[in-house]
């Protein structure tokens, strides 16, 4: 009998060994995946729970966390007057749907979880300190930011400004917004109540339209097709290009038009200059046929589309369609058919221009400090792509001054500075009102900041809508805001 | 002269008392700081009501240590202590649970539910005082042998008991339950008990019967077909258990103690296979036939299917602990459902970390070796069983509930022995204790000595040769 109770009791061993054996593997091994997982109420709270650090723009910060008096220790707030500028870029920080924007973006740095803080970390354990997360400085300019967002007052549409030689943003704004502090409250019935009225809403005030939605870019996608043409070597700014009051598109029996149904500059044959100026459908719809599909969508992946922007923030990559025919490739040309781009890759657009051609990696968080000051993370600039060469940038410089100065541009002149710009008004459906685009940067000399202003709804009549009256003003607004400095 | 050649183990005759007492202090001391850490914790103080618990848990486990002293001198030193330590936590825990709960009831403006922990300490001392009762009242384990159809009866009886309407209560999908004079008994705790008295009384008479002759195939020593009546009779009883009561656990739980103890008295592996098969067998059935057998397996298979569902908050729990735990009452297991009864074990795993739960599931593995080495020092028959019964009934409740809560194995309500919330299984374990360290007593003790034999006696042995 005693060997069978032997036997009895290896197998009791065995039994309690896979039972470690199991604990093991869960709590060691799977520990991270479970931590990670959204519905994880023990992780989300103590995250709540953390001092998490603040989101800056300049010394000022867009959000911070604030002791209180509940269960979760600290309060995320957004400064009221302004929290509706920041938040597609802030975000929000809620207990019940998570977090968005650099809340979401910067999370581990925030909260002081990032592996590049945990000696940090064990320091506040030994000295018994609550866990505190680092600050995260953003490049925005609030000057700009706050231009933006007053201009695109009662509109619906978005800004993005750039800093030409680095990539820094400047300024991203999207309109209508909403208050992030609705959704960082303790009182969780009354968030889930604001999210569904948020959600619900039709003008849709959480959707990001600086970096996430697509819009066709119109006449500003002109220049592109004005760089690719610059860039093929078969063009130069006086070169003449046909620009009747219709173009007949081969293989169908389509005309493309002018915007005002006339020829360009009172002629069948515009310069480049001209035709730019002018922004002739017919003239780019010309050119686009010339220069073919390829050698299009060539030159826009060298601005950047087709890729990700700031994918940390959910951007969308802007696209050229994938394989027009001729017809197609004319209406592409002018950024019709299937061109569809965000307000931020236009802007890459005129910043990549006003660097000499070379498009800068656009970025956001411009350092990360612990509370002590010391710096965990500095964002160096980083070229994306040379879009066009130093000379042709140079060309499409000067006939940007050229749209402000004598063109559709003119709105967007700023008193003893030269402004460089491109104007664009985009037809969807019969049933929409077009687009209205912008996009410019200055002085143009010396760029400091680059800019697309996108407005999808202005509230006013079908025809008054232009680029060059609605959106232009707002991005002289938000240069001036820069250049002021 | 090699009088020492023989395969009888030899323990030594020493009573070991003085070293349970140093093992039980240390027991109280870890308990009465795990109880004063929590409050440090949660409440930045000492609870006022570290009085109350330091004293009965350290009164209770001390009576029980003098009444082994007077009763059981020569019984196993490590099993009082051990239990006295899980009991110990057990209460601390469901004490930190109760501060966790009332933390979110006023959080949301309820009243709330009255604490848990000093209910819990009332039943320690009721399963204190059958400790005492079996141990000053037993003084010998063999009569209960003639109790064995008694035993037998009554564990069939205890067992039925909450199908009886009026009697038996539904309790989170098994009925397992009776509501008697206003409190909740799970007559099964005991039912546990009474069966294995009766399994071991019935196997020493019926040994040799199934020992004898069977057939010979593949190499194993099947038992004939009429023998194998009594397995065929537990199995279908841990089948109705299962079918009838929703009792997933305890249908385990008694067709693998009385399997074990088959295996045990007739040494046949033949019974092990034959009881494998029919577990996979009922096993199978219960999977394919019966809803909520389904259910459990189809939740052990993936807990985060369902939004919520105590599977998975439990192993999140777990996960939060991590290796070294978040530490005592900075954790946050009040979030699981039955966090201080079914799943007390995550909440010991969320606080005290992997390291914590290790530790905990040595001290089962001390007090089921403990018992099994008892079973083996045991001199006779029904006593071995009865050891093996009751320490293997230890090893299968607490890998079936510890799998169960860690993903091991699908999760079935079985409480955890000593820690887990709950008046019956707490005074069943502790009677259960009492009749191990009086078996082991048994064993332990020096056999009544020879008389002495002189050199003189041997001398004259050797002359008359």
């Known amino acids: 009998m005693n060997s069978a109770i032997r036997r009895l009791a290896v197998a009791a061993i065995i039994l309690m060994l896979a039972l470690m054996a199991n604990s093991t593997y869960l709590q060691a091994f799977r520990a991270g995946d479970l931590n990670g997982r959204n519905d994880n109420r023990r992780v989300r709270d103590s995250q709540f729970s953390v001092n998490r650090g603040p989101i800056l723009v300049g010394s000022v910060p867009i959000a911070q966390s604030k002791p209180s008096n509940d269960r979760f220790v ?93 990539g820094k943003v400047l300024a991203m704004v999207s309109r209508p917004s909403y208050d992030p502090n609705q959704l960082a409250g303790h009182d969780l019935n009354k968030v889930a109540a604001n999210w569904k009225k948020l959600t619900e809403d039709k003008s849709r005030p959480m959707s990001n339209r600086a970096i996430k939605e697509l819009y066709p870019p119109g006449s500003t996608f002109k220049l592109v097709t004005a760089a690719a043409a610059l860039s093929s070597g078969k063009y130069n700014p006086q070169t003449q290009v046909r620009s009747p009051a219709e173009l007949d598109l081969p293989q169908t029996t389509v005309k493309l038009p002018n915007e005002n149904g006339k020829n360009c500059g009172g002629s069948d044959n515009a310069t480049l200059t001209v035709a730019l100026r002018n922004s002739c459908n017919t003239a780019f719809g010309s050119i686009g046929l010339d220069l073919g599909p390829d050698a299009l969508r060539d030159q826009a992946e060298k601005f950047g589309f087709g890729e990700r922007q700031l994918p940390e923030l959910g951007a969308a990559a802007s696209q050229f369609p994938t394989d027009p025919n001729a017809p197609q490739t004319a209406q592409s040309a002018i950024g019709q058919f299937d061109v569809r781009a965000t307000p931020l890759q236009m802007a890459m657009v005129s910043a990549g221009i006003a660097n000499g051609g070379n498009v800068m990696k656009p970025y956001l968080v411009q350092n990360i400090k612990t509370v002590d000051l010391k710096t965990v993370s500095e964002t160096k600039p980083e070229s994306l792509h040379q879009a066009v060469s130093p000379e042709v940038a140079n060309q499409l410089t000067q006939m940007m001054i050229d749209v402000v100065q004598n063109g559709t541009g003119k709105p967007g002149q700023i008193k003893d500075v030269q402004v460089a710009g491109k104007t664009g008004t985009a037809q969807t459906t019969p049933d929409k009102p077009p687009f209205a685009w912008f996009t410019a940067f200055a002085p143009a000399n010396d760029p400091k900041i680059a800019v697309a202003v996108m407005i999808e709804d202005a509230n006013v009549p079908r025809n008054d809508i232009a680029g060059g009256a609605l959106a232009a003003p707002i991005a002289k607004a938000v240069m001036e805001a820069v250049l002021g400095q | 002269m090699s009088i020492a050649s023989t395969s009888v183990i030899q323990i030594m005759p020493r009573t070991r008392r003085g070293v349970e007492l140093m093992l039980l202090i240390i027991a109280i001391g870890v308990s009465v700081g795990a109880y004063v850490n929590i409050g440090l914790t949660v409440q930045d103080k000492v609870p006022a009501s570290t009085g109350y618990y330091a004293a009965g848990i350290g009164l209770l486990a001390l009576i029980a240590h003098l009444a082994l002293r007077y009763r059981a001198p020569y019984a196993d030193p490590v099993l009082l202590p051990c239990a006295v330590l899980l009991n110990g936590l057990g209460v601390a825990m469901i004490h930190r649970i109760d501060l966790g709960l009332e933390a979110i009831a006023i959080a949301n403006n309820r009243t709330p539910k009255s604490p848990a922990a000093p209910q819990q300490i009332t039943w320690t001392a009721v399963g204190i005082v059958l400790f005492l009762v079996v141990v000053l ?73 199934l020992t004898l002759a069977g057939h010979r195939f593949l190499g194993l020593d099947l038992p004939r077909a009429r023998d194998l009546g009594p397995i065929g009779v537990a199995w279908l009883v841990s089948l109705g258990v299962l079918v009838f009561e929703s009792d997933l656990g305890s249908s385990l739980l008694f067709f ?20 494998g098969l029919l577990f996979v067998g009922g096993a199978f059935f219960a999977y394919s036939a019966i809803g909520h057998v389904h259910k459990r397996i189809t939740d052990w298979l993936d807990p985060f299917s369902i939004d919520g569902g105590q599977i998975a908050v439990g192993l999140m729990g777990q996960a939060w602990g991590g290796v070294l735990g978040r530490g005592l009452g900075q954790g946050r297991p009040e979030l699981t459902l039955y966090a201080n009864s079914d799943m007390i074990i995550s909440s010991f795993a969320e606080e005290l970390g992997l390291t914590g739960l290790i530790a905990i599931i040595l001290i089962y593995t001390l007090i089921i070796e403990r018992g099994l080495r008892t079973a083996l ?15 293997m009934s230890f090893a299968l409740q607490v ?7 860690t993903g091991l194995i699908p999760l079935t309500g079985l409480a955890t022995p000593f820690m887990a919330l709950g008046g019956t299984s707490l005074v069943a374990n502790w009677a259960i204790i009492a009749l191990l360290l009086r078996i082991s007593d048994q064993a332990r003790r020096p056999q009544t000595p020879a008389a002495p034999v002189s050199d003189e006696t041997i001398a004259m042995a050797v002359q008359k040769q």
């Open chain 1, 74 to 166: 600290f309060q995320r707030t957004y400064p009221q007057n302004i929290a509706e500028a920041y938040a597609p870029v802030t975000g929000y920080y809620s207990y019940l749907f998570g977090r968005a924007g650099i809340e979401l973006s910067q999370n581990s740095e925030l909260n002081g979880s990032d592996p590049s803080m945990a000696f940090r970390r064990v320091v506040d354990v030994i000295t018994d300190r609550r866990q505190q997360g680092a600050s995260v400085t953003l490049t925005l300019n609030a000057a700009a930011q706050i231009a933006a967002y007053n201009g695109l007052a009662g509109k619906t549409g978005a800004v993005v400004a750039l800093e030409p030689k680095t």
């Open chain 2, 137 to 209: 009242v037993i003084r010998d384990h063999r009569r209960l042998q003639a109790l064995t159809y008694t035993a037998g009866l009554a564990g069939l009886v205890l067992l039925v008991l909450p199908l009886i309407p009026g009697l038996g209560v539904n309790l989170n999908g098994a009925r397992i339950w009776i509501r008697l004079a206003g409190m909740s008994f799970q007559p099964g705790e005991f039912a546990k008990l009474c069966l294995v008295i009766f399994f071991a009384g019935y196997l020493v008479v019926k040994r040799d019967v």
């Open chain 2, 256 to 275: 693998g103690l009385f399997l074990f103890l088959l295996y045990v008295s007739t040494e046949r592996a033949g019974w092990l296979i034959i009881g």
């Open chain 2, 377 to 391: 020092g045991c001199r006779d028959i029904f006593g071995k069983l009865v050891a093996t019964g009751l320490a």
């Open chain 2, 399 to 405: 890998f079936v509930i510890v799998g169960g809560v």
